[in-house]
């Protein structure tokens, strides 16, 4: 039997005080002392600089034909210190998190800033952010135990939903990541970023043919969310599902036709075919197809696409971005004109806009650049079948 612990709660205050917690005081750190190495950087003739902390923790289970194949544990924690001049990026980072570390990290950052404005550093000031996702750890949430139980689980279902089922894989992950951002404009923020998935592929197999299914969910919340009204089952039931179709399934004719793509995973080819050439970097530096076109018709007048990183507890959304900017919802084209672009702090400015809460990093140890959160086309006014129906 599973036994479902709820996930711990952060305490009063939430994000600020995790990360505080979690980050500084383990290693001796407040405020005033990166604002001390904040100030070292600022003294360069240096427009902008911050500080970037993560504490992250991850785990991955995997089971295939009933037996668990894999089960992983990692833990990763450093700083990133940039200082921006210009167009000039100076970046450092180190995996520990101590006043030494920091010092040696601000002064390489430095070193290639030294014809900015000469910019202050200013107060703190604490950014409130969304509360899009409870400040969780969700790899609390079930006992170690208990994931692996629910993975046999979800082979057994498979199996018992149909009878040609012959292979299941069926997969469990999630990470807990702590931010905290200080910079020299006065930004002081953090997050505490919950994020899991599940994972289900199955074979099929009829009269010597073999095909496969695969159905997968998950976003920001803990494990539990899976047991929930036996959620976990409607994905082992689609991944059988998808599999079953496909062994009726015929080839697709070939050559050149008209395609209708239904919502879902071809949101994928808006991400890739769109949305990166909506990002700012690409834009301010002339190499996007969208560079210079603000306001000049780019697509049908019923398109209409959006980053939106503010929906709850989606994968993509986040209460504040790796810069401390709350995120927002981007309207990049609207009824087929193009609107704006992604936006993080230095190209913002170097454009003459405003940042649009996009700014992401991979890790500590990598730049911040504009990156999508989520990012989709909004519904149109006609029925589905009526657009099936015009293709000729």
Same mark, same amino acid.
């Given at each position: 039997?599973? @036994? ?20 500084? @005081? ?22 902008? !600089?911050?500080?970037?902390? !993560?504490?992250? /923790?991850?785990?991955? %289970? ?7 194949? &894999? ?25 520990? +998190? ?12 430095? =070193? ?13 000031? !604490? ?14 949430? #079930?006992?170690?135990? *208990? ?5 046999? /689980? ?9 009878? /040609? ?14 931010? #905290? ?17 599940? $994972?289900?592929?199955? +074979? ?20 539990? /969310? ?5 959620? %976990? ?31 879902? %995973?071809?949101?994928?080819? #808006? @991400?890739? !075919? ?8 690409? $834009? ?14 780019? =697509? ?7 980053? *939106? ?9 986040? $209460?504040? *971005? ?12 609207? $009824? ?7 936006? &993080? ?48």
């Amino acid at each position: 039997m599973l @036994h479902l612990d709820l996930p711990k709660q952060a305490g009063g205050s939430e994000a600020l005080d995790v990360a505080r917690r979690s980050i500084l @005081h383990p290693s001796g750190l407040d405020e005033d002392r990166i604002a001390t190495v904040l100030g070292g950087v600022m003294g360069y003739s240096v427009d902008y !600089a911050d500080l970037y902390f !993560a504490l992250t /923790r991850e785990e991955s %289970w995997s089971l295939e034909d009933g037996i668990v194949k &894999d089960g992983s544990h990692s833990i990763e924690q450093g700083v990133g210190v940039r200082a921006l001049s210009g167009e000039k990026t100076g970046f450092a980072y180190s995996d520990e +998190i101590i006043l030494p570390a920091l010092t040696e990290a601000s002064n390489a950052a430095r =070193a290639i800033a030294r014809s900015g404005s000469n910019a202050s550093l200013q107060a703190w000031r !604490a950014s409130g952010g969304h509360r899009l996702y409870l400040p969780i750890d969700p790899l609390e949430g #079930l006992s170690d135990a *208990d994931k692996v139980s629910l993975l046999e /689980r979800i082979d057994v279902e498979a199996r018992r939903m149909d009878p /040609r089922v012959t292979q299941v894989m069926a997969s469990l992950s999630g990470s807990h990541e702590v931010v #905290l951002i200080m910079a020299s404009d006065g930004t002081l923020a953090a997050d505490v970023r919950p994020l899991v998935r599940m $994972n289900v592929s199955v +074979i099929v197999e009829q009269n010597g043919r073999r095909e496969q299914g695969y159905c997968g969910s998950g976003g920001r919340y803990g494990f539990g /969310r899976f047991l929930e009204n036996d959620r %976990w089952k409607d994905l082992v039931a689609e991944a059988v599902r998808s599999a079953v179709v496909n062994l009726e399934a015929t080839a697709a004719p070939a050559g050149t036709m008209t395609v209708v793509l239904g919502p879902g %995973w071809p949101g994928i080819l #808006l @991400h890739e !075919a769109i949305g990166h050439g909506l990002e700012g970097d690409f $834009n301010r530096k002339g190499t996007s197809a969208f560079s210079g076109r603000i306001g000049e018709r780019v =697509a049908s007048d019923q398109c209409t696409v959006v980053d *939106d990183g503010t929906l709850g507890s989606r994968r993509g959304s986040l $209460n504040v *971005d790796d810069e401390g900017t709350p995120t927002q919802c981007t309207t990049l084209i609207e $009824n087929g004109v193009l609107r704006g672009y992604l936006q &993080d702090k230095l190209n913002a400015r170097l454009m003459g806009a405003q940042p649009t809460g996009n700014g992401r990093r991979e890790s500590f140890a990598h730049m911040t650049l504009p990156r999508m959160t989520n990012t989709y086309m909004l519904a149109g006014k006609y029925d589905p079948q009526e657009i099936i129906g015009s293709v000729k």
